[in-house]
């Protein structure tokens, strides 16, 4: 089978579905194609995506994949102690919704179909060629072969990517910006606000943290990420040990196990070349304090979308062309991720001692509203160095 789009989107998951609905939108001829025979499953995530992010992104919140909506977040330190903190008192990046990933991936992908994407299902891609002026794909799809002739291609093929591979861009991600993630999907789960997100720092998850995210009635996401080169024990063994000891989960049943890696290095350097762009996981869209991904992906799929539609429509999808995809994906999304990794940095820095100390520090600080300024002089109070640490931070 041999067929030509303007635009060809590899991966069906929030970022390509994005680029897709986008580069459509714009005009261009567009064809994703997924590998898997159903987009969305199995997940390998949180399903956590803040609130502010769909709005930013133009989507409405359905009753078809919100499982839960969050108002709060319990932050527990490895001695135990929890601090609480509800909307009204701080903003978090990645709160807002619990949702169900397997309905809103594929709702997703109907979005782009709706905007006039064309979408290939059960079709792995094996490898593609770049010509002078359009990019030769080779797929297999159903056990047959297939040659798809592309005027440009977007990688979203989330953190294995081979597609920016291929089209001749560093995509590896360093061994101590590749976290390991592990997960159940677990019932009866005893939360004290099934409305709250629980994080817990520390030992418990070294270089990450864990999580229990509410999904409605006693249902959670239990699991937690680590960097593998900070412990000697999987991601796995860790959640093991996690909800063996954790009172919330210690009487709960697992009815899924996730397993996955997230890169939190930030953007990769380089993520366009001649006729080619990397989106979401495959070009590090994540930020990397949460490793929350969706919402970073979709915004970087909006703008590989709307940039491939009109390099396109110029009939210019040369690397100088496309390397406004990188300007705009540093100054709309990078930007942030900067202050995330110094975050992220200072946070692998403390000990459980400190954390336990900061964690005390904070529930006998009476703060009206948390700023950054009052954090910041909590933090400096508990652990002077906290100062040199964050540097310039905020
Ligand atoms: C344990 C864990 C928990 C997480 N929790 C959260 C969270 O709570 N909130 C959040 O925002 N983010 C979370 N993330 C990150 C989030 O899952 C990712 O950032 C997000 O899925 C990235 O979207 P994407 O579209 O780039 O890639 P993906 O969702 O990975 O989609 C890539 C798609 O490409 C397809 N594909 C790959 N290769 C090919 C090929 N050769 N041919 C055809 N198709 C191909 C795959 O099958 C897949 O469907 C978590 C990640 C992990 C590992």
Not at 208 to 214: D, K, L, M, R, V
Not at 302 to 314: R, T
Request: proline share 4%; with cysteine; charged share 25%.
């Amino acid at each position: 089978m041999f067929i030509e789009t303007d635009v060809l989107v590899v991966g069906a998951g929030p970022a390509g579905s994005s680029a897709a609905k986008h580069a459509a939108l714009n005009g261009a001829e567009v064809l994703m194609v997924e590998k898997k025979s159903e987009i969305g499953s199995p997940k390998r995530c949180a399903e956590g995506v803040s609130k502010d992010g769909l709005i930013k992104l133009g989507i409405e919140p359905s009753s078809r994949w919100v499982t839960s909506e969050i108002d709060g977040v319990r932050l527990v330190s490895p001695g135990g102690i929890d601090v609480w903190l509800t909307q009204d008192t701080v903003k978090l990046p990645e709160m807002g919704y619990v949702v169900e990933r397997k309905v809103f991936d594929k709702f997703m992908a109907m979005d782009a179909a709706r905007a006039g994407a064309d979408i290939m299902i059960k079709t792995l891609v094996k490898g593609l060629e770049k010509r002078d002026d359009h990019v030769m794909v080779k797929a297999e799809r159903m056990g047959k072969e297939i040659e798809i002739k592309a005027e440009i291609v977007i990688g979203a093929d989330g953190p294995e990517s081979r597609v920016g591979r291929w089209g001749g861009l560093k995509t590896a991600v360093k061994p101590k910006y590749m976290e390991s993630g592990a997960q159940f999907e677990m019932v009866g789960v005893q939360m004290e606000n099934p409305n709250a997100l629980e994080f817990y720092f520390g030992s418990v998850a070294p270089g990450g943290y864990a999580w229990i995210f509410p999904k409605g009635d006693d249902i959670a996401n239990v699991g937690l990420a680590v960097i593998s080169t900070l412990t000697e024990k999987s991601a796995y063994e860790h959640l093991l040990d996690f909800v063996k000891t954790c009172p919330a989960t210690k009487n709960a049943t697992a009815v899924e196990l996730n397993i996955g890696g997230d890169p939190v290095g930030g953007i990769i350097k380089k993520i366009s070349t001649d006729r080619i762009l990397i989106v979401g996981d495959a070009a590090g869209m994540v930020n990397p304090l949460t490793g929350g991904g969706i919402i970073s992906g979709m915004q970087g799929g909006l703008i590989a979308g709307e940039i491939a539609a009109a390099a396109v429509k110029e009939g210019d999808t040369s690397e100088k062309r496309l390397s406004m995809y990188d300007k705009r994906c540093e100054k709309e999304i990078g930007d942030s991720f900067n202050k995330y990794m110094k975050s992220r940095e200072y946070l692998e820095s403390l000990s459980d001692r400190e954390l336990d100390l900061i964690a005390k520090a904070f529930n006998e600080t009476e703060f009206e509203r948390i700023s950054t300024a009052e954090l910041l002089k909590m933090l400096v109070k508990v652990s002077p160095k906290a100062l040199l640490k964050l540097g310039k931070l905020f």
